[in-house]
Each structure stands twice: as C-alpha cells, then as structure tokens.
C-alpha cells in the first residue's frame, strides 16, 4: 500500500510542525536580555575629537534585547547579544573593544534561524580574513589601531562577514538534509509499525524521488503523504560589527538596523524585497518570477538563509545550473554599511525583525527611543525594548517580535537604578510611568494582549458585516436584513437618467461614443476573438454581425483618430 494512501498513517506522523499560524490570542510574555561592555574609541580621546571627555572616552556600551511570540503559534525569531568574539585568551585581549549583534527572523520553521545564531561567531572566526585582520600588527612604528583602522583593515572585516553568510549557508544546507534524512527515517518506521510497505523510491538513496527530497525540490513526490512538513525553513539575518572606528552592518533580507546620531537618523541596512528592481532582475535572470510582491509568487524576501527549494543546491550535476550563490533566485549574499565612528554623536543602534519595522519607521523608531532617554528619564535598555515591542503590538503587528537596542556614551542616559523596586514617595519614570497611566486609561483589567484581542475581534465583526451586507444585496430578495443583532435596512441604488445615460442606452450593442481626444483603451486580441471570448454570439445574431465578418474588422492601430468625434469603430461592450 502507498504511503499516502493509508490515512491512518497521515494521522500519526508529526514530524515537523507546521509553518507559523495565528492564535486566537497573543502571546505577550517577554524574554528581555541585558548587558554592558567597555567601550574603546581608539587610539586616544583627543584623536577622536573627545579632548576633555574622559567620561565618554573610557565609559561603557549598555544593550539589551527583548523578544516575543506575539500572534504566531511557535517564536521563530533568534538572537546573538555580544558574544566572545575569540577563541583562545591571546585573541580576546586582542578582541575586547569589537562588538557584534545579530538578530535572525525565521519563516517555514526555527530550523534555520537557530541554526544560524548557534553557528555565526564559530564560523566568522573561521575566516582567512579574520585571522589576517587579528594579525595586523605593529610595522614600521604604526600601531595596531591604525591599521585596522585603513582600508585594508576595513575590507578584510567586510570580506570576512560575506564569506561567513556564504559558509554558514553551505553548512545550513548539509544539516537540513540530515534532518529531512531523520525525517525519512521516522516516517519509514511509522509506516513499518502500521504494517504498511516500505518499498517506496522516497526511502531508497538513488532514487528520482528520494533525491527530489534531499535537493529541496518543490514537487513533493506523490507517494509522500501531504499532511507530512519536511524541513524547509529559512531565516533573514542583521549583523552588526562595531570596532573601535566602524559600524559594520552585513544583511540579508528584511531584518533591519538603523544608527543614531544627533539629529538624524542613518539606515545600517536596507530592506531585501523581490519588488526591488535589482532583486527582481536577479529572480527573472535565474528562470523565476515576481507575483504579488513574492519570489514565485510565495516567498516574501529575496535573499535569505535557507529556503533551497529557490536556490541551486541539487547535487545531481546534469540537472543544476552552474551559477554563483549571488545569482540565486534567492540567495544569502548580504549587502554591507560601513559608518565610521564619531564618538561624540553616536547614540544608539536597533537592530529588529519586521514584525517591528512593519509597524514602526526608522524615525519613529529612534523618536521612541530619544523620548525616553531624554525626556522620560528611562535608564534601562531593556525597559526601552519591551516599549518598543508594546508599541508595534498596539498598532497591531501580526509576527514575532525581537528588539535589539545598544547606547553608547553619547546618549548621555542615566545611570540605571539598580532596585527592582523604586524606593517609597520616589515618582515612576520612563516605561514604568506610561505603563501606570496605561493601566489608568484602560482599566486594571485590560492588558496589551486583550485589547490586541479585542481589534482584532472587531476587525472580524466588520468583516463579518460586510460580508452580509454583500451577500443580502446579491440575492436582492429582502428590504432588511439582520446582521449581529443589528436590522440593516437595505436600500436600492438608482441610476438618474442624465443625458449621458440615454445616449448609451441608444447607441447599437450598449455602445457608447467617445468623446473627442480620449483614448479608449484597447485588447490585444481581434475583434472577432474578442466576441467569441465574451460570449456575444446572440447580441451579434440580432445585430446581423456574423464572427466571420467581425474577424475581418480588425482594428488599424496605425491609423490616426480622427477629430471630427464620429463613432468608434467597435464598442466597449465587446471588449473582455
């Protein structure tokens, strides 16, 4: 017996979750993450412009990060928060003053984005370029700062995270075959245990379908079962590198980063979608598509990890493509922002994932933060964060959230409050204030995920209504009509005769004359194909019109139009 003809089968095997749906409620529970690092500017203060500003030259960075499941059913969303950049103890001295964050957003699964968080600093460190850029040593009276500061420097660190997106994608692809050859493994001994047949070309190495399977293919094999969800998940991904002299930002896909400075704002990165111009000449140039905003009208961004089903991964050499991994459909070659370091107007850096940046701009996002280390008085990162995630909720953000915020000395914020509670008679600040006059407004009662819940219920009652509405008005049969408790009172619409009216209603076939110097747009095909396509053969039966004729009647697009406002030569009716 087939797999996919035994239904009992299909019932027993989970061997993946589904990809993310919604719940009935939001998830609101917050995991938040916080830390401090020293921070160094350079060579010395006053190389840097900070003369006089020891506080600000030899302070720290202060981060967090917070993340939550929202209305998605699993949290798909991964992290790395400043991690150790080395090794072996030589190479952290030489690495204290570099710091990295990254935030991975999952879709189809959190194979992929997990996968690259545990494996980014592993496989950076890895790197030719980053070996040679730690080598950098002092030649010629030259220090080492100075020469990671020159362009050398600087192009092995943005050579080395390129090649760490490429060789994390390679080592991504060998482990989601294993994992779809475990998932095999497990389906072949449920279907033993059903007493069914395990004789099938998905089970046999070598096989057409077995290796549609392990190349990602997206024609699932007809004896697999539909209900069974192999691995196939993939992750967009935001790194950002700060050394002692540069932001570094490597991105692939529609995560995001901005930079802080006084009085602007600077985007670190730039969105990946298939309707860019550059990404759509890059999905048509490798045999793909654009529909709807979407790579073959499915996938949402156009450069990720992961997602192989989009990309030439086939280990049978007859049938791949030879083209280089930037060449993909979809591809994990990752854009990369350099800013340099001003340590005397350098704020603050955000790193998040769209369910974020959906809801909030690059300027809202950094007025947000601004407001509340300045005007709020808020002296906890992950405080900053979690309002970050609160805000983009209320404006009813629909995906998993994660919010990265690093402050640097600029900023000027306070010193946090070390007490989990404030002290008595002493007024609440910052996040902690608005959440106290939230709690006023709305009600003890009344939480972030309950009033989420409560738009989105009235979103489906409007629906809901107009749906009714919709549906009453079709069958034309009732003057009222009862929807949700409510008698709506339906009311027909009449067209007034105006003169415009009654020319149409004359003219032959329910045209229409066109008036002097607009266009009337036109079909590609001839008339006569036109009709037939319309179904007007009685309409041309009454008129005298055989299609034979009409074929004939083709219009002459060469030919000018005249001026004197005669009659077109075919009528709006008989387009399709």
Request: charged share 30%; with cysteine.
């Amino acid at each position: 017996m087939p797999v996919a003809d035994n239904p009992s089968c299909e019932r027993s095997i989970t061997l993946q979750r589904k990809g993310s749906s919604f719940l009935e409620e939001p998830v609101t529970n917050k995991m938040t993450e916080r830390g401090e690092a020293d921070i160094s500017i350079g060579d010395n203060a006053a190389s840097n412009g900070l003369d006089g500003h020891d506080d600000i030259a030899n302070s720290k960075v202060r981060y967090a990060v917070s993340e939550m499941q929202g209305w998605r059913s699993h949290m798909e969303d991964k992290h790395m928060l400043n991690p150790t950049l080395s090794s072996s103890r030589q190479q952290a001295q030489l690495l204290k003053d570099h710091h990295l964050f990254a935030v991975f957003d999952g879709h189809g699964g959190d194979f992929a984005s997990h996968f690259c968080g545990e494996h980014l600093v592993e496989t950076l460190i890895q790197q030719k370029d980053w070996l040679s850029y730690l080598r950098l040593s002092d030649k010629a009276g030259v220090s080492r700062n100075t020469r990671r500061k020159s362009v050398t420097g600087l192009h092995l660190l943005k050579s080395a995270l390129t090649s760490t997106f490429l060789q994390l994608d390679e080592k991504l692809v060998v482990a989601q075959r294993e994992r779809r050859l475990n998932q095999l493994s497990q389906l072949e001994s449920i279907v033993l245990s059903l007493g069914g047949d395990n004789q099938h070309d998905v089970f046999q190495k070598g096989t057409k379908d077995h290796n549609k399977i392990m190349n990602f293919d997206k024609i699932i094999p007809l004896s697999m079962p539909a209900t069974v969800q192999l691995e196939r998940s993939g992750s967009t991904g935001v790194v950002v590198l700060v050394t002692p002299h540069h932001f570094i930002c490597a991105n692939a896909g529609d995560s995001r980063a901005i930079l802080s400075k006084r009085n602007e704002v600077l985007p670190l990165s730039f969105d990946h979608k298939p309707c860019n111009d550059i990404e759509v000449t890059r999905v048509e140039k490798d045999g793909g598509f654009v529909r709807v905003g979407r790579v073959d009208g499915d996938l949402a961004v156009s450069r990720s990890f992961g997602d192989f089903g989009y990309k030439n991964v086939s280990t049978d050499k007859s049938t791949s493509r030879s083209c280089e991994p930037q060449d993909h459909k979809v591809t994990v070659y990752p854009d990369i922002i350099v800013h340099s370091r001003d340590p005397g107007m350098d704020e603050f850096i955000v790193l998040a994932c769209d369910g974020i940046w959906d809801r909030l701009t690059n300027k809202d996002c950094s007025d947000l933060v601004h407001t509340l280390i300045h005007h709020e008085g808020e002296t906890d990162v992950g405080l900053i964060c979690e309002e970050m995630i609160d805000t983009s909720l209320e404006l009813d953000s629909r995906d998993n959230m994660t919010c990265m915020l690093a402050v640097f000395p600029a900023a000027n914020m306070g010193k946090e409050d070390k007490m989990s509670i404030a002290p008595v008679g002493k007024p609440l600040q910052g996040v902690m204030k608005r959440r106290q006059s939230r709690e006023r407004t709305w009600g003890n009662e009344s939480t972030p995920a309950k009033r989420a819940q409560l738009r989105l219920e009235e979103h489906r009652k409007k629906y809901c209504e107009m749906r009714a509405l919709q549906k009453a008005a079709a069958q034309n049969t009732q003057s009222k009509v009862e929807v949700r408790g409510r008698t709506v009172k339906l009311e027909k619409r009449r067209r007034s005769k105006t003169p415009e009216s009654r020319r149409r209603s004359k003219t032959p076939l329910g045209g229409h004359k066109t008036p002097v110097g607009r266009r009337t747009p036109q079909s590609s095909a001839p008339v006569g194909l036109r009709i037939v396509q319309g179904n007007l053969k009685p309409v041309l039966a009454a008129s005298g019109v055989t299609v034979a004729e009409m074929k004939h009647k083709a219009p002459n697009r060469s030919r000018s139009r005249s001026t004197t406002g005669a009659k077109t030569r075919h009528n709006k009716s008989l387009r399709v």
